[in-house]
Nanobody, 115 residues
Framework: QVRMVESGGGLVQPGGSLRLSCVAS????????MRWYSQAPGKQRELVAA???????NYADSVKGRFTISRGNAKNTVYLQMTSLKPEDTGVYYC?????????WGQGTQVTVFS
C-alpha cells in the first residue's frame, strides 16, 4: 500500500524559509510526477508545484521565484524549498502522486507565516 509522509512545516515570520519533505513508500516503481498542493483555511486545495521523473518543473504563479521543487536521490522523495514566505502562503501542504488514475495523498504538514 502506497503511503505518503510529509514533514518540515512550522511557524515562520514573513521573509523566512522552510523546507518540506515527502517520502512515498510501499511502491517499487518511480512515480512519473510528484506534486505539492496547499490548502488555506476555508479554501480549496491548490497546486503549488510539480516535478516529473525527468526533472521538468512547473509552479503556481504566486510562488514562482520563491519556491523550488526537487526530487531526492532516494526513489519517490520530493522536496519543496520555500523562501521569502508571505502570510498568504499559510496553509496545509500536501504531497501528491498518482498512478493508473489513483491519487495518493499524505496527511499534510502545516505551514504558518505570521507577522
Amino acid at each position: 500500500q502506497v503511503r505518503m509522509v510529509e514533514s518540515g512545516g512550522g511557524l515562520v515570520q514573513p521573509g523566512g524559509s522552510l523546507r518540506l519533505s515527502c517520502v512515498a513508500s510501499g511502491t517499487a516503481t518511480t512515480f512519473n510526477a510528484m506534486r505539492w498542493y496547499s490548502q488555506a483555511p476555508g479554501k480549496q486545495r491548490e497546486l503549488v508545484a510539480a516535478i516529473t521523473s525527468g526533472g521538468r518543473t512547473n509552479y503556481a504563479d504566486s510562488v514562482k521565484g520563491r519556491f523550488t521543487i526537487s526530487r531526492g536521490n532516494a526513489k519517490n522523495t520530493v522536496y519543496l524549498q520555500m523562501t521569502s514566505l508571505k502570510p498568504e502562503d499559510t496553509g496545509v501542504y500536501y504531497c501528491n502522486a498518482d498512478r493508473s488514475g489513483i491519487g495518493f495523498w499524505g496527511q499534510g504538514t502545516q505551514v504558518t507565516v505570521f507577522s
